[in-house]
Each structure stands twice: as C-alpha cells, then as structure tokens.
C-alpha cells in the first residue's frame, strides 16, 4: 500500500482524541524531566564527582525502571484491548498480574544492587579520569544507592497503578500525582542536599531520601484516588479480595509479556553498557554525558508520551474490533507523522539552547564543551528516535512482542553494542565523532520499522479468554 500525503492527515476528532491522551503523558513528563532536571543541577553543584556518581546509580536504576515498565507494558497490551471491550474482570485480572510482577521485579532488583553494587558502579571509573576522582565518584554513588532501595517498592506499584489508568482512559491522575511527586522531590532536594530551614546538609544522601519520599506519595495519590472512585474505576472492586488469574488468560498473557519484560531488561541493560563503553574515554564523559541526557530527556517528552499514546489508541481500536485493517494503518501512519512534527519543533529548540546549558553546572570548560556537542547530536538525531519509537509501539499494540524485541534489543546486541565497542577498543575516535556513528545506526532500525508496520501483520485482537 503506497502512503500519500493525505493519509497522513487525521481529522478534527483524530487529534483532539490523540491530544486528550498525549498532552497529559507530556505533562507529567516534562514534570518529571524538569525536576530531574533540576535535581541534577542541584547534586551538580556539589561537583563533577557528585555528579557522576548519581549519574551512575540512575543508570543502574534505568535497568530496574525498564524492567517494571517492560513488564507492566506486556500486561498492559490486554489492559488497553479489555478497555476497548469495556471488560471489567478482565481489567481487574491484569491489574492483579502488574502487582504481582511489581513485588517479583522490586525483591530481584534490591538483591542485584545489594550484592553487585559495587562491582557494576566500578564499571564506569574504569577510563582515565580526567576531572573526576574515582574514589570519590564510588563513595558518592554507595550513598546514595542505600536510600534509593526504599524507595523502589513504591515505584514499582506506581507504575501498575498509573500504568492501567491510563490504558483504561484515565490519564489525567496519573498525570496529576506525577506533578505533585516532583514537587515534593525538588523541595526535598532544596531542604536536604544543602541543609535549608534547619534541615542538615545531607547532599547526594539528601537527593535519594527526597526522590524515595516522592514515591511514596506518588503511590499514595494514586492509590486513594483509584479506589475512592470505583464508579470510574469498576476494576478496583474487589482487586485484593483474591489474587485469582484464569490459567487460559495467563497462558496468553505470559507469551506476550515475557518478551517485553526480557525486551525492556536487556535493551536497558544494553544502553548501560553503551554509557559504560562511552565511559571508557575518562570521566569527563561519564559528567558530561549526564548534562546532556538531562537536557536532551526534556526534550524528548513528545515522542516518548506519544509512544504511549499510539499504544493506547491502536490497542482499544484493535479491541473494539469497529475499524477495518487498512483504517487501523493508516491510523497508525497519522500518528507517527504527528510525532514527527512535534519531534522537529523539540528538536529545534534543544539545539538552539545546547551552548547555554551546561555553563549551569559546576564543572571544568572541559566537560561544558563535550556536553554541548553531545546534545547538538542528539538534537539532530532526534527524529530517528521519534520514527523508531513510533514504529516500536505500533507493532506492540497488536502483541507482536517477539518482533519488537528483534527490533529492539536483539538490534542493540548484536549491532550497536558490538559496533561501539569495537570503535572504542580499536580506534581513537574522540567523544563526539565516536557517538555521532553510533547514532547513524538508527537509520537500519528505522528502515526495518517502516516495512513491518507497512506490513499490517501486528493487527490483532488478544482479548479472547476462557474463566
């Protein structure tokens, strides 16, 4: 089927549907990057050690986040399509499977940090040092890693919560306890990493304890909303009067899930591997990469929440069965060209503010200058990203889970892992040239993501289950 320009185009209705699920993901994550954001700047203050050592726990942390989302997000297929049929019980089912999965990934997760800390923390002060102070660096990151167990269980029943509002609909909640948990994450962080109105001065300590008191209250919203409202939330009627799951819907749940809890773990853990390899040109790199990721997360809102967004609006029309095969596409194709729009004005901007940024931190011209070029790039390549995520959640709203791991981590594994590395190890390539190549290979990813969804294969209904 050969894409024209008006199909590319949806209606009034189209984009005010679209808007109404995307403008509140984009908020809460432009809240949530914003403070991060902050949060960064806060610790960064203290120094280039500092810095890098929280940079370093939140890489290990991405590995535990993606794991949670991977799995939430494999479930979640069924959450979206039972929505889409206005199944109660089949709501209330995968609700019970996302807590479950919670407490499994949260107990594996505290007993991988608690053992290998400090072995995966020393991965990254591996490089010659240059500003940084690899003892230093470490101490940093051990306290703050202790605090952060506290806070992961939390984190955890957050995303099943927030996670099935938002599939069934509700996205203005989750939206709502995001804004107040960073709220309360940068008044903690003024109050405690540098002892404000009587508080001690805690620092890198102090931003841990203030990231884990915001779990709890992000939980806490989301949690006394949900089953206060049970007109609106039918599914939290009676959700803990048992955990019982219908074996015929595991069995088809599992299938689809474990792909993507294993997608979301390894392609996580390949990124940090990325960071570590990156690394390995010294620890200016390892605090300069952390100034651009925090910029260049902020800018990357619109696509990522719009990746939700096509996962939740292609996942209840696959449910309601009303459309044909070629309407569900094209849908699809109007979603991605929208990203895409959104994604060059993103892109724009970051690129225009690179320079200003990094002079926020206190840290050596040295970092500045390789943290300004690193977000130009990831300015530039922004789009590939935009187009590659879109394709990603495409294929994942009909549960084609298997595939997307192909597409995702299977590519990091077997093409830019081992084209990184043996960049690093056999070449002098500095910092900036060396992360622009590997970015190119986004183009491969998204040439194969174009003929998959062209394709039409992904377009499936999994709502069928015996109790």
């Known amino acids: 089927m050969q894409i024209k320009i008006p199909h590319l185009i949806g209606t009034r209705d189209f984009y005010k549907t ?9 908020i809460q994550n432009a809240i949530t990057n914003f403070v991060g954001m902050l949060d960064n700047i806060m610790v960064g203050r203290i120094g280039t050690d500092a810095m890098s050592g929280v940079s370093i ?27 889409g049929k206005k199944d109660t019980e089949g709501i209330r089912f995968t609700m019970r499977m996302k807590i479950m999965l919670s407490v499994i990934v949260t107990i594996a997760g505290i007993l991988m940090f608690f053992f290998m800390g400090d072995t995966l923390i020393s991965l990254w002060l591996k490089g ?27 984190l955890a029943l957050s995303f099943a919560y927030s996670g099935t509002l938002r599939e069934t609909g509700e996205t203005v909640v989750p939206m709502a306890a995001g804004i107040a948990a960073m709220l309360i994450n940068l008044i903690g962080n003024y109050l405690l990493i540098y002892g404000r109105l009587g508080f001690p001065v805690m620092g890198v300590r102090g931003a841990a304890l203030a990231t884990v008191i915001s779990r709890y209250a992000e939980l806490a919203i ?39 809890l294993l997608n979301e773990f390894l392609w996580s853990l390949g990124q940090t591997v990325n960071s570590q390899q990156y690394s390995m040109r010294g620890l200016d790199v390892v605090a300069a990469m952390n100034i651009s990721s925090t910029l260049s997360n902020l800018f990357n809102i619109a696509f990522i929440a719009m990746g939700d967004t096509i996962a939740i609006m292609l996942g209840q029309e696959l449910g309601k069965k009303i459309k044909s095969d070629n309407e569900i596409k094209e849908e699809s194709y109007q979603l991605t060209f929208f990203t895409l ?12 503010i690179s320079e200003w940024f990094p002079q926020i931190f206190n840290t050596s011209d040295a970092v500045r200058h390789i943290a300004t070029g690193l977000i130009r790039l990831s300015a530039l390549f922004m789009p590939l990203y935009s187009y590659e995520n879109s394709a990603y959640f495409t294929l994942r709203s009909g549960g084609k889970t298997w595939i997307t791991f192909a597409f995702d981590s299977l590519f990091v594994w077997v093409v830019t892992i081992p084209a990184l590395v043996l960049l690093v190890r056999f070449t002098e390539l500095p910092i900036l040239p060396l992360f622009a190549c590997i970015q190119c290979l986004s183009i491969i990813k998204c040439t194969i993501g174009f003929f998959m969804v062209r394709n039409g294969f992904w377009i499936n209904d999994l709502t069928q289950y015996k109790t």
Request: proline share 5%; net charge positive; charged share 5%.
């Open 18 to 26: 679209t808007l109404h699920i995307a403008i509140p993901i984009m």
């Open 57 to 83: 726990v939140n890489q290990l942390f991405f590995v535990f986040m993606l794991c949670l989302f991977g799995g939430n997000a494999g479930i979640g297929i069924f959450t979206a399509q039972f929505a």
């Open 128 to 154: 010659e040092s240059g500003t940084g102070d690899a003892l230093a660096t470490l101490s940093s990151a051990n306290e703050y890693l202790f605090i952060m167990y506290f806070g992961m269980l939390p």
């Open 222 to 260: 989301v949690i006394i909303w949900t089953h206060r409202n049970t007109s609106r939330n039918p599914f939290a009627v009676g959700l803990y009067r048992s955990m019982y799951l219908p074996l015929s819907l595991v069995g088809r749940i599992l299938p689809k899930a474990a792909p993507l």
């Open 341 to 352: 729009c959104m994604c060059l004005v993103s892109a724009s901007v970051l690129f225009f």
